[in-house]
C-alpha cells in the first residue's frame, strides 16, 4: 500500500496497525512512529528527553479546561500564559494542515483561540512562538532533502498559505550558509530518527533571529502533488516526480 492518507485514521497507526494483521506492506512508517507523531506533545516530549531544541509548550485537555457549561475557564489563562509567554500558537495537538491554528498576540485573544482548536481537537497544544524563518526538511530513505524556506504574507503558514494563496513563496534551497544548512539538515535528521519515523516524511523547524534552530513537529505522510513541498525539494536534489514515488515505495514494510 503506497500510504497518502492525512491525519487521524491514516497517519495515526490505525491504518498501519490494520494492514500489519494482515501482513500487507506500507510505506512509510510503522505503528509506533505513526502514533507516536500524530501528537505533537509526545514528539516534544521526545525530543526534549534526548536534547533537541524545541519551542515552550503546555497541553491543555478538553476536560480540565472546559466548565459544566461548555466554557473555557477563564481563571486559568493567566498561569498558562506565564509559563508559555507571548505570542504564543494555540493547535490542536493531533490535526495537520494548520486546522483550528491561532496565533495569540495578546492574552485577551486565548479564550477564543483555545475554544476553535477544542473544536477539533480534545488536546491542544499552545506553544511559544518563535520570531524567525520557518522552514521544512524532506526525508527520504535515510537521506534529507533541500531544506526550503517558507515565505507568507499571512500571519503565519496557515491553512491558506498552504492550499489557497498564490502568494506563498518557496525558497529551495533555502538561502542560509552552507554550514547552517548541514546543521539545521543534521538537527532535523535526527528529530525524524529518533521518533522512530521511516522511509519518508517531512521535519518542520523554526530558526530564530539568532539563527538558533527550533523544532516543531514531524510530518510522516506529506502532500505528494508534482506541486508540494517534498517533491520540491527532491528536484532540487536532481530526482524527478517518478523517482521519488519508487524511491519510496521500494521502501515499504510490514508496519
Given at each position: 500500500v503506497f500510504n497518502l492518507l492525512h491525519g487521524r485514521g491514516g497517519e495515526d497507526g490505525a491504518l498501519q496497525g490494520a494492514l500489519r494483521l494482515y501482513g500487507i506492506p506500507v510505506t512509510g512508517s510503522g505503528v509506533l512512529a505513526?502514533?507516536?507523531t500524530m501528537s505533537k506533545v509526545q514528539t516534544k516530549r521526545i525530543w526534549q528527553a534526548v536534547g533537541l531544541p524545541t519551542p515552550a509548550y503546555a497541553l491543555c485537555r478538553v476536560e480540565e479546561w472546559l466548565d459544566a457549561e461548555g466554557k473555557v475557564m477563564e481563571s486559568r489563562v493567566e498561569a498558562l500564559i506565564e509559563q508559555v509567554g507571548l505570542p504564543?500558537?494555540?493547535?490542536?495537538?493531533?490535526?495537520?494542515?494548520?486546522?483550528?491554528?491561532?496565533r495569540v498576540v495578546e492574552a485577551r485573544e486565548f479564550v477564543a483561540a483555545l475554544t476553535k482548536a477544542f473544536e477539533l481537537d480534545s488536546e491542544v497544544l499552545v506553544?511559544?512562538?518563535i520570531r524567525g524563518r520557518e522552514l521544512t526538511c524532506g526525508v527520504i530513505g535515510s537521506k534529507t532533502l533541500p531544506l526550503i524556506e517558507l515565505k507568507t504574507p499571512n500571519e503565519f503558514y496557515d491553512f491558506d498559505a498552504k492550499y489557497a494563496s498564490g502568494?506563498?513563496?518557496?525558497?529551495?534551497?533555502a538561502p542560509l550558509?552552507?554550514?547552517?544548512?548541514?546543521?539545521?539538515?543534521?538537527?532535523?535528521?535526527?528529530a525524524f530518527d529518533v521518533?522512530?519515523?521511516?522511509?519518508?516524511?517531512?521535519?518542520?523547524?523554526?530558526?530564530?533571529?539568532?539563527?538558533?534552530?527550533?523544532?516543531?513537529?514531524?510530518?510522516?505522510?506529506?502532500?505528494?502533488t508534482e506541486s508540494s513541498l517534498l517533491p520540491k525539494a527532491a528536484a532540487q536534489a536532481g530526482m524527478t516526480f517518478e523517482e521519488v514515488v519508487w524511491e519510496i515505495l521500494s521502501q515499504a514494510k510490514i508496519a
Amino acid at each position: 500500500v503506497f500510504n497518502l492518507l492525512h491525519g487521524r485514521g491514516g497517519e495515526d497507526g490505525a491504518l498501519q496497525g490494520a494492514l500489519r494483521l494482515y501482513g500487507i506492506p506500507v510505506t512509510g512508517s510503522g505503528v509506533l512512529a505513526s502514533a507516536l507523531t500524530m501528537s505533537k506533545v509526545q514528539t516534544k516530549r521526545i525530543w526534549q528527553a534526548v536534547g533537541l531544541p524545541t519551542p515552550a509548550y503546555a497541553l491543555c485537555r478538553v476536560e480540565e479546561w472546559l466548565d459544566a457549561e461548555g466554557k473555557v475557564m477563564e481563571s486559568r489563562v493567566e498561569a498558562l500564559i506565564e509559563q508559555v509567554g507571548l505570542p504564543m500558537f494555540v493547535k490542536p495537538n493531533r490535526e495537520g494542515s494548520s486546522l483550528g491554528m491561532s496565533r495569540v498576540v495578546e492574552a485577551r485573544e486565548f479564550v477564543a483561540a483555545l475554544t476553535k482548536a477544542f473544536e477539533l481537537d480534545s488536546e491542544v497544544l499552545v506553544e511559544r512562538m518563535i520570531r524567525g524563518r520557518e522552514l521544512t526538511c524532506g526525508v527520504i530513505g535515510s537521506k534529507t532533502l533541500p531544506l526550503i524556506e517558507l515565505k507568507t504574507p499571512n500571519e503565519f503558514y496557515d491553512f491558506d498559505a498552504k492550499y489557497a494563496s498564490g502568494t506563498t513563496e518557496y525558497l529551495c534551497p533555502a538561502p542560509l550558509t552552507p554550514d547552517l544548512a548541514r546543521d539545521i539538515s543534521d538537527l532535523c535528521w535526527n528529530a525524524f530518527d529518533v521518533v522512530g519515523a521511516q522511509g519518508w516524511g517531512r521535519v518542520d523547524v523554526m530558526i530564530d533571529e539568532n539563527d538558533r534552530p527550533w523544532l516543531l513537529e514531524v510530518n510522516t505522510t506529506p502532500g505528494m502533488t508534482e506541486s508540494s513541498l517534498l517533491p520540491k525539494a527532491a528536484a532540487q536534489a536532481g530526482m524527478t516526480f517518478e523517482e521519488v514515488v519508487w524511491e519510496i515505495l521500494s521502501q515499504a514494510k510490514i508496519a
